[in-house]
């Protein structure tokens, strides 16, 4: 129906939390809203969620939906325009690619994906279906991080040095254990060597239990704990913000310092990601303390964008460097107004309904080059976390290694050669901010030869 007057007609796999909770209760409130789409086809594993999504999307569009367990079967006989994903993280990638294939576009949850790897075969698929994919990052819709990025390419910040980001939180339970176990979950009521994806290759073989079936975050087959669930949002939203994507070097830290409830990934974690075009973006959080969180910001040589917490905005702060520094006398404290969204998942399907109808891949706000970079900043700093190993890309070939020798000398030769910083991408403020004052005393530098002060 791309780019046609007829409907669009979208299917479902994996209706669960989020799929039911966001993907199914967003697109019925868009349908009646008038937007041309059928919510034609369901994929769902679990026969009570199965049943529960027909039943709503009848109550609420007055069509049931056909039915599947088999989501390449909906994909066969559902005659669909469009997918949208809600699968644990371990089933992205194929589901995605399965989908894109078969010429579907695609909205797919956060994470993209399970691996970088998977995340540069999902970009490299998109990129020759020419189909229309987002990824399911919702605050990447807020309209703020359009206006930071002009802003930062307008060098209001002079160069742009890097970003910080958090997502702390704290409970009596443990992280993710608030998800709970229930009697009527069996391996009678869930398939589950289809919900490991054993066929698929895409788990490793594991004796059914609630606790992992239910609580699959802290558990490294499925998902990567705060890493993917968590450290993904925001950074996606920064490298919106600055138009950086793929970093050059990436490394983890973190522990599990105090939830020893059998979970496997920390609850404490750091990703430091260096950038090639000179900039460092930093997420970290902890899972045990939430009232002391860091701000969100992004900052420049003369100054910062200080953003608060989570993702209700209706403005951020600019904060200055001092004069002696900037030399702008017009550079003051402001606060920069935004329009809130009140509801970030309903504007992302939008953006995603537009897109298709406009037949413009490009026109989503976290498409998967996007994905893909943040993915590589995530995973890796898992990896580099789990592995003790530092990681870094090849900006040409993608390729990833665990060393780099030549990392610091990049940089020293850029020095030594007396170099201009590089910046962002779509940077328009030629050396605004980005230069640096000789004093006269500089002169006096130099190496001495043969007894003779540099002339
Ligand atoms: N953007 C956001 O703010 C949020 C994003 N998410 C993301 O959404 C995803 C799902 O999380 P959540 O909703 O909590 O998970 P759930 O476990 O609640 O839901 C997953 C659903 O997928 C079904 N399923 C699993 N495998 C298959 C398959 N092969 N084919 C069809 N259906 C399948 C499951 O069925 P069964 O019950 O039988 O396993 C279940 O109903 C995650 O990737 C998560 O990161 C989650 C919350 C918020
Ligand atoms: O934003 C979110 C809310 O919390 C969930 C559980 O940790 C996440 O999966 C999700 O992405």
């Not at 209760?25 to 009570?48: F, H, M, P, Q, S």
């Not at 589901?95 to 695609?106: E, F, K, P, R, Y």
């Not at 000789?438 to 001495?448: F, Q, V």
Request: aromatic letters at 10%; proline letters at 5%; hydrophobic letters at 35%.
């Amino acid at each position: 129906a791309s780019g046609s007057n007829e409907r669009l007609r979208i299917g479902f796999i994996g209706p669960g939390g989020r799929g039911f909770g966001a993907h199914v209760r967003t697109l019925c409130k868009l349908r009646a809203d008038g937007r041309k789409i059928d919510l034609v086809g369901v994929a769902e594993v679990y026969k009570n969620q199965r049943d529960k999504t027909r039943d709503y999307i009848e109550e609420q569009t007055g069509t049931a939906p056909k039915c599947f367990v088999d989501y390449n079967e909906m994909i066969e006989k559902a005659n669909l325009d469009a997918v949208c994903i809600g699968t644990p993280d371990h089933w992205h990638h194929k589901q995605t690619i399965d989908s894109l294939h078969a010429g579907l576009n695609v909205y797919c949850e956060k994470p993209m994906t399970k691996t970088v790897e998977e995340a540069f075969n999902v970009e490299k698929i998109w990129k020759e279906t020419g189909k229309v994919m987002q990824v399911g990052v919702q605050s990447t819709s807020l309209p703020v991080w359009n206006e930071v990025r002009d802003l930062l390419q307008q060098g209001k910040l002079g160069k742009v040095l890097g970003y910080q980001t958090e997502f702390f939180r704290n409970s009596d339970l443990g992280q993710w254990r608030y998800y709970k176990l229930e009697k009527s979950m069996t391996p009678k009521s869930i398939d589950w060597n289809r919900w490991l994806g054993i066929e698929e290759d895409l788990a490793p073989e594991l004796p059914f239990d609630r606790e992992v079936y239910a609580q699959w975050r802290r558990f490294w087959p499925f998902g990567s704990g705060m890493f993917t669930d968590l450290f993904v949002h925001r950074t996606t939203s920064m490298l919106r913000a600055t138009g950086l994507r793929l970093p050059g070097r990436v490394v983890g830290a973190g522990g599990i310092f105090l939830e020893y409830d059998g979970r496997q990934v920390p609850d404490v974690a750091t990703v430091v990601a260096d950038f090639n075009e000179g900039a460092q973006g930093l997420v970290t959080a902890t899972m045990c303390n939430q009232e002391s969180r860091i701000n969100q910001l992004i900052r420049g040589h003369y100054g910062t964008f200080v953003f608060g917490n989570g993702e209700g905005f209706d403005g951020f702060d600019f904060v200055p460097e001092r004069p002696q520094v900037t030399h702008q006398r017009d550079y003051k404290d402001e606060r920069i107004s935004t329009n809130p969204v009140e509801d970030t998942t309903k504007a992302h399907f939008a953006n995603w309904l537009d897109a298709i109808e406009a037949g413009n891949p490009m026109m989503c706000n976290n498409p998967p080059d996007l994905g893909a970079a943040a993915i590589a900043v995530v995973i890796l700093g898992a990896q580099s976390y789990r592995n003790g190993e530092v990681y870094f890309i090849d900006p040409e070939s993608r390729e990833i290694s665990n060393k780099d020798p030549g990392w610091a000398k990049k940089w020293e030769q850029l020095s030594a050669n007396r170099s201009q910083p590089q910046h962002i991408p779509g940077w328009k403020a030629d050396d605004f901010g980005s230069t640096l004052r000789d004093p006269e005393y500089m002169n006096l530098a130099g190496p001495w030869i043969d007894g003779h002060e540099p002339s």
